[in-house]
């Protein structure tokens, strides 16, 4: 099963806009991650908060953490045709290590 | 340095066959984590070695077999292969060390795709 849930499933923006994905879990954290992958290939590492932290930057992306509704967001500012990929939030489940992926969101920004 | 690697890129095989995937870790990790993706879904967590044990597991049968070797690398057994199994199968390494504080950040191999037919 997994725990995390992403929404939207879909989102379609132009180059230059700004794109959100939210992020739902059911139980709690040592920490969030969010990956990258791109048309089935492997995963790509972006960001990680931890669960004492409520925002980070990393270059264009902005991650925002709130463990009272067990949610977090992923923000990516001005987008790029080269952004366009699947994103998935994953938690850490009972053990080192074990993440918990939701199903993603399916980001394609239009030249 | 080279990141984390995987073969074959692609495979097909036949149902009640037995296939191997091979992973080898990032320089300087330790810590091999095996995940199952399904087209259209996240990927979910098959099982994790350290120290040439396994050390955790998802909700997977038995058919689903691994192996970490002294010098870290890692195998992917499935028996009796199933239509379902047909997935991409992502090999992901970490650093967990002794004593030391771990990295949480795991990084992930491009994948295997295997087809059963």
């Not at chain 1, 879990?25 to 991650?33: F, G, R």
């Not at chain 2, 058919?63 to 047909?86: I, K, M, T």
Request: charge should be positive.
């Amino acid at each position: 099963s997994q725990q995390g849930e992403e929404d939207p499933q879909a989102l379609s923006i132009q180059e230059g806009e700004n794109a959100t994905m939210n992020c739902s879990y059911k139980t709690s954290i040592n920490n969030l991650q969010w990956y990258r992958q791109n048309s089935g290939r492997g995963l790509v590492h972006l960001i990680l908060i931890r669960s004492n932290e409520r925002e980070k930057h990393s270059g264009r992306l902005r991650v925002t953490l709130d463990t009272s509704k067990k949610s977090s967001s992923l923000l990516i500012t001005a987008s790029r045709a080269a952004d366009t990929a699947s994103y998935f939030c994953a938690t850490d489940g009972r053990g080192y290590n074990k993440l918990i992926f939701g199903a993603g969101t399916r980001l394609a920004v239009h030249p | 340095d080279a990141g984390v690697t995987q073969s074959p890129t692609h495979l097909i095989k036949t149902r009640g066959q037995q296939v191997t995937l091979r992973c080898s870790p990032k320089s300087g990790h330790d810590t091999v984590s095996w995940y199952q993706q399904a087209l259209g879904q996240g990927p979910q967590f098959i099982f994790q070695y350290y120290e040439e044990e396994e050390r955790q597991r998802g909700n997977f049968p038995d058919r689903f077999s691994g192996h970490q070797f002294p010098n870290y690398s890692s195998e992917l057994n499935v028996n009796a292969l199933l239509l379902g199994d047909s997935a991409l199968y992502l090999c992901a390494s970490s650093w967990r060390g002794v004593g030391i504080q771990s990295t949480d950040t795991q990084y992930f191999g491009p994948g295997t795709r295997l087809t059963v037919l």
